[in-house]
């Protein structure tokens, strides 16, 4: 860009604090609104000390800043957590908190996050006058890259791209047993991959899904858990994938291109488990289709609707074709804007400068998250804690992956009770991270796998902002939602592991090799579908199920001799619910 990236970055931390404050006031009394007043007024001048000072700070890089840069560190510094606050609830503030109380009372903290301890003077020059702290490259790929993403999904949705693809889905699948849940896993396939945010998807698909799902047959329970798996899912779907993957590209140095490349076929397999679910357990409970009447037809939906396709297309081919993400976001934006004008809902000033608004009101949630995780993140690395966490990882493990990835996935299960998809993944990505890399896994199968476990959050609860989303539209409690989303999106527990025991999944090994790989894991999920919901071609008891999801297991987790096996125990299971489905009696 024309700025300079001390510039870019400061910008947007500051724009979170500013939107928080505007959006979200203290409270509505004189003297609330005048300590809100003071406090943007304090976060813009310790802003403008940033940059004015900017090349003072990187030339004395690694010395302690004056009193001055200290109160305006500080004054920063609860600046973003208050907007952290005011934007995404009261336990990002206290996460915040936590991570400046490690800081600052090390020498108090038992073995092993025990370390010398920082003053507050030096925890302000680490976290607001060096380029590792709050302007650090997660506040520059958040600040560069994932905006524009986000209000490209925005300007999808005010052009009524979202509306066209739901109906295309509906115009596909309605019809089908359960056409309203495979619809919604359909549209969350095409709609969350692109917006990159599970709730949001939630919301906007949500809204026309759920009650269809429930009007069909569906308990509102398990019409909001389907909604909630299948708008996860669009968190790991290329080409957007969530804000994660943009700050695995700033983690790694991988190219974006190459990370969506890795991803696709996992994220597929993913869909599919969830398709699965939904079918038999619509075939098991009976439930129809919905009438003919109620589904667009598909010739005259995709006439209308054929150019919001193009935006779709120009993602994919940019991305593959390893374009910067700033260029490819905003071209997306301007190929909605273009491909709306040969629709009936055509974008004109008036809708492009409400689309931007919309765009900047709903990303709050991410901008405000910015200085959060670069404290947090700060907080880990800065007295390497990071280290001695990994190295206690693989001490406690023994030095065994399996033990060392049962480890990763309790960390990272703990941590999706409590934290959003972001920190939960920047916190795994520090600490779990590396013992997997340390013990020979890839870098990209070691990142992935945490940040498909970081994304579990959406579902696992007390947080699962989807989850939470889906029962707030179905009207149902969240635990049951949440139990029916986190066994329908089962995938996103057991698919990250097959990325260390599978390398072909990611595209490693001979062209033979992966072509079986994503063969036994499709039949693999589709036995264990069958026999979580009960039904394959006929209704199983028991026994039939125990052994369905046994197969599923050894087709997933075999190779070689032992896969051919399993593929044989598949094929027998699948000729014996033929069998006793034309047996039955009708």
């Known amino acids: 860009g024309t700025f300079s990236p001390a510039l870019d970055r400061s910008l947007f931390i500051y724009a979170g604090v500013a939107l928080s404050i505007c959006m979200h006031p203290l409270k509505e009394t004189t003297l609330a609104r005048l300590f809100d007043v003071v406090f943007l007024i304090a976060v813009s001048a310790a802003t403008f000390r940033f940059n004015e000072h900017y090349l003072v700070f990187a030339e004395n890089e690694g010395f302690d800043i004056g009193n001055f840069d200290m109160l305006m560190g500080w004054i920063m510094i609860l600046g973003v957590i208050e907007s952290g606050r005011r934007a995404l609830g009261l336990s990002m503030a206290l996460m915040s908190g936590f991570f400046l109380g490690f800081l600052y009372f090390g020498s108090?903290?038992?073995?092993?996050?025990?370390?010398?301890?920082?003053?507050?003077?030096?925890?302000?020059?680490?976290?607001?006058?060096?380029?590792?702290?709050?302007?650090?490259?997660?506040?520059?790929?958040?600040?560069?890259?994932?905006?524009?993403?986000?209000?490209?999904?925005?300007?999808?949705?005010?052009?009524?791209?979202?509306?066209?693809?739901?109906?295309?889905?509906?115009?596909?699948?309605?019809?089908?047993p359960g056409g309203g849940a495979k619809a919604a896993v359909g549209a969350s396939f095409i709609t969350a991959s692109i917006s990159g945010s599970a709730s949001a998807n939630v919301a906007i698909t949500g809204n026309i899904t759920i009650p269809m799902?429930?009007?069909?047959?569906?308990?509102?329970?398990?019409?909001?858990?389907?909604?909630?798996?299948?708008?996860?899912?669009?968190?790991?779907?290329?080409?957007?994938?969530g804000a994660s993957a943009f700050i695995m590209v700033a983690l790694t140095g991988f190219s974006y291109g190459k990370i969506v490349l890795y991803a696709t076929i996992p994220?597929?397999?993913?869909?599919?488990?969830?398709?699965?679910?939904?079918?038999?357990?619509?075939m098991r409970n009976n439930l129809r289709g919905l009438p003919p009447e109620e589904c667009p037809p598909f010739g005259n939906t995709f006439k209308k609707g054929w150019p919001y396709l193009i935006p779709i297309i120009v993602v994919i081919l940019l991305v593959y074709m390893d374009y910067s993400l700033r260029r490819v976001g905003l071209l997306a934006i301007v190929s909605v804007?273009?491909?709306?004008?040969?629709?009936?809902?055509?974008?004109?000033?008036?809708?492009i400068i409400e689309a931007l608004g919309e765009g900047a009101k709903g990303s709050l949630p991410i901008i405000a998250l910015a200085g959060p995780v670069s404290i947090i993140a700060g907080a880990?690395?800065?007295?390497?804690?990071?280290?001695?966490?990994?190295?206690?990882?693989?001490?406690?493990?023994h030095s065994n992956l399996a033990f060392t990835i049962m480890f990763i996935f309790l960390i990272g299960y703990i941590l999706g009770m409590g934290l959003s998809v972001i920190p939960a993944y920047v916190i795994l990505a520090t600490l779990a991270a590396p013992a997997l890399i340390q013990l020979g896994i890839p870098v990209m199968a070691a990142h992935l796998l945490v940040l498909w476990w970081g994304q579990a959050s959406n579902v696992t609860p007390p947080v699962a902002l989807a989850a939470y989303?889906?029962?707030?539209?179905?009207?149902?409690?969240?635990?049951?939602?949440?139990?029916?989303?986190m066994v329908k999106a089962m995938a996103i527990f057991y698919l990250p592991i097959l990325f260390v025991y599978q390398p072909a999944l990611l595209l490693e090994g001979s062209i033979v090799d992966i072509i079986l790989t994503i063969g036994t894991l499709a039949l693999g999920g589709l036995s264990i579908s069958a026999g979580i919901e009960g039904y394959f071609y006929h209704p199983m008891n028991l026994l039939i199920r125990f052994f369905a999801i046994a197969i599923g297991a050894t087709l997933i987790l075999t190779q070689g001799v032992s896969a051919i096996i399993a593929i044989a125990l598949f094929v027998c299971l699948w000729l014996w619910q033929i069998r006793t489905a034309k047996t039955a009696p009708k």
């Open 108 to 176: 108090y903290i038992p073995w092993p996050f025990v370390h010398g301890g920082f003053n507050l003077r030096q925890i302000a020059t680490s976290l607001y006058a060096q380029t590792d702290g709050l302007y650090g490259s997660i506040t520059y790929v958040l600040a560069s890259n994932l905006y524009l993403f986000l209000v490209f999904g925005f300007f999808l949705i005010r052009s009524g791209a979202s509306d066209f693809f739901t109906d295309i889905c509906l115009s596909f699948l309605g019809t089908r």
């Open 337 to 351: 804007i273009i491909a709306s004008w040969f629709t009936e809902r055509k974008m004109g000033p008036r809708a």
């Open 213 to 241: 799902m429930i009007r069909t047959g569906y308990r509102p329970s398990v019409a909001g858990g389907i909604e909630a798996a299948a708008s996860t899912g669009g968190t790991v779907m290329p080409p957007v994938m």
């Open 469 to 485: 989303m889906a029962a707030g539209i179905s009207k149902e409690r969240l635990w049951p939602v949440c139990n029916v989303a």
């Open 380 to 397: 880990v690395l800065l007295p390497g804690t990071g280290i001695r966490i990994t190295g206690l990882i693989i001490d406690l493990a």
């Open 267 to 282: 994220a597929l397999l993913y869909f599919l488990n969830v398709y699965l679910q939904v079918h038999f357990y619509a």
